[in-house]
Structure formats: C-alpha cells, structure tokens
Nanobody
C-alpha cells in the first residue's frame, strides 16, 4: 500500500504558475501509474493528468492540455504537476492518485490510492 501527500498549492493570480508535488511513502511509485485530479466546490472530482509507470506516456484533460505538465521522479518517489497560465476556473482541491492496473486512464474509479488534497485558488 502507498501513502500520498500533496503539497505546493496556494493562491495565485490568473496567468501565474504553481508546481504541485505528490510525495509517496510505503511503497515505490514505480509500481503505479499516477494521476492528478481536481474537485471544485459543488462539482464532481475530475481528471486533470496521468502518467505511466515509466513516465514515457502522459495523458491530459482537454481543459488543461498545453498548460499543465505531469512528471515523475521514481528515484524520489514523487510526482509533479506544473501548472502554467492558470485561470480562475482552475480553482479546486487537487488530488494525487495511484493506480495499480497496467493501463492508465482518466476514470476516478480506476485509482486505488488517494492523497488528502491541496487547495489551489486562482484569482482574477
């Protein structure tokens, strides 16, 4: 079992950048595909980005494509989400998640382990 802790959230103006980190413990993340999800107030949790075990393959929601970049450093047991050109609609709690299954994707139900989330607020 793996434990995940997100950090790096905060308040930023529109057009700014933030880098989120997800530190894992308990097991190496090389066993897992990893994803970032977000949940705005009153809305369902939605997919943002995912990365394969090796880091070779990535997948993004259309809403963040070209602005967000997911990466991982298996030697540091950490996954990152670089967020650029932030918009007020990016405001949400951001969650890191791990998926044990071979194929990675965008479905919330596919992910087995979740962090507690970090708040990102983008002001206009």
């Amino acid at each position: 079992q793996v434990q995940l802790v997100e950090s790096g959230g905060g308040l930023v103006q529109a057009g700014g950048s933030l880098r989120l980190s997800c530190a894992a413990s308990g097991r190496t993340i090389s066993f897992y595909n990893m994803g970032w999800f977000r949940q705005a107030p009153g809305k369902e949790r939605e997919f943002a980005a995912a990365i394969s075990r090796s880091g070779i393959s990535t997948y993004y929601a259309d809403s963040v494509k070209g602005r967000f970049t997911i990466s991982r450093d298996n030697s540091k047991n950490t996954v990152y989400l670089q967020m650029n050109s932030l918009k007020p609609e990016d405001t949400a709690v951001y969650y890191c998640a791990a998926d044990r299954k071979p194929a990675f994707g965008a479905a919330v139900v596919s992910y087995d382990y979740w962090g507690q989330g970090t708040q990102v607020t983008v002001s206009s």
